[in-house]
């Protein structure tokens, strides 16, 4: 779907595991053995995973009420649910089937074994799905292995963009818009899901004009290399177009620095150039005397005949009205 729609884009992509989900299952005790049917291509035991051995306590236990001699005993309907839940994740044959049931157990808080904490707040989750898209967690958590609940303080995250990132590790779907990217981002560095970026970049790939500043910061900050040559590209072929938009009123100093040092972009009309200088300072209420004159600094004022230069001072009305502003500009065109 194209992100020039003003709707959020969805993005649906398949569950591709590399530490296989499936690996969870094991073979029982004997005292399970009647659950689960015998198969020449089971896998072998993984008897030291937390989610596992709890699962499989769970149907074990439940195997001795059901299996027990003691009719005075009930189970309760939570627990029968846990128990059709449990068998039906633990017999699975594909990837599909055992990531619905693990977005079941999610949804329900169930079985979960990693708690990741932002800003104070807890987020159940599961380490095997985790551990498929991060080799970082997964080299975690094969450290500690014995961990009954893995507790990880997650510093730069946002409540938003864990939120989003969860959703997307159970079902596949990210939400993606301009407004929630970068945390995102943030949350998918933190965590280490190359996935994500992947998934991001390509949206951002493919933006609209007013949206080609944004598109070159977040791709220069978090080096993605197409979306920065995509939104690079076009910047220099529409430089007068695009900063004459409203969108470069509102970028910050450290970007639009980054823009005006940009040596490979040739096609600039000073004249506008400096005017759009100008308008941002005043529109930003921008009085640091440094800041103001490194941005002039970066006018390429030998594009400009003095007479344009005398032009541009006098028709300005910001600048008639900051004397000392005046003063340091002729300064420095001399």
């Known amino acids: ?109 169930r079985f979960c074994d990693l708690m990741l904490v932002v800003d104070g707040s807890e987020y159940l989750a599961h380490r095997i799905v985790l551990a498929a898209f991060s080799p970082k967690y997964r080299a975690l958590f094969r450290e500690r292995r014995t961990d009954f609940v893995t507790r990880t303080h997650l510093r730069r995250t946002t409540h938003k963009g864990l939120q989003l990132v969860l959703n997307f590790l159970y079902t596949g779907e990210l939400t993606l818009t301009y407004r929630n990217v970068n945390d995102i981002l ?87 150039v400096s005017s759009r200088i100008l308008n941002w300072i005043t529109s930003n209420h921008v009085e640091n005397i440094q800041v103001i004159m490194h941005l002039f600094k970066r006018i390429r004022w030998n594009k400009l005949d003095y007479e344009q230069q005398r032009e541009w001072l006098t028709a300005s009305h910001e600048l008639a009205e900051n004397s000392n502003l005046t003063s340091l500009i002729k300064e420095h065109m001399m």
């Not at 992509?13 to 198969?39: A, C, E, K, W, Y």
């Not at 996935?195 to 500043?213: A, D, G, T």
């Open 1 to 109: 779907m194209s992100s020039r729609r003003s709707s959020p884009l969805m993005l649906v992509r398949p569950f591709r595991v590399r530490l296989s989900i499936l690996d969870l299952r094991t073979s029982q005790s004997s005292t399970n053995n009647s659950l689960l049917p015998s198969s020449s291509t089971q896998r072998r035991s993984n008897t030291s995973n937390p989610l596992t051995l709890k699962l499989n306590e769970f149907l074990i236990e439940q195997n001795k009420y059901t299996n027990g001699k003691n009719d005075s005993i009930t189970i309760s309907d939570r627990d029968t649910h846990d128990r059709e839940i449990i068998k039906r994740f633990l017999h699975s044959n594909n990837e599909i089937e055992a990531r619905k049931i693990l977005g079941q157990m999610w949804k329900q808080s």
């Open 186 to 272: 943030i949350c998918a560095k933190e965590l280490d899901i190359a996935k994500i970026f992947e998934i991001c970049e390509e949206f951002l790939s493919k933006f609209e004009k007013r949206h080609v500043f944004r598109v070159l910061d977040l791709s220069r900050r978090y080096g993605m290399k197409k979306a920065f040559y995509e939104s690079h590209y076009y910047l220099s072929k529409n430089f007068n177009e695009c900063i004459n938009m409203k969108t470069f009123l509102q970028l910050p100093y450290a970007t639009i620095a980054n823009i005006l040092a940009d040596e490979t972009i040739q096609n600039r009309d000073e004249t506008i």
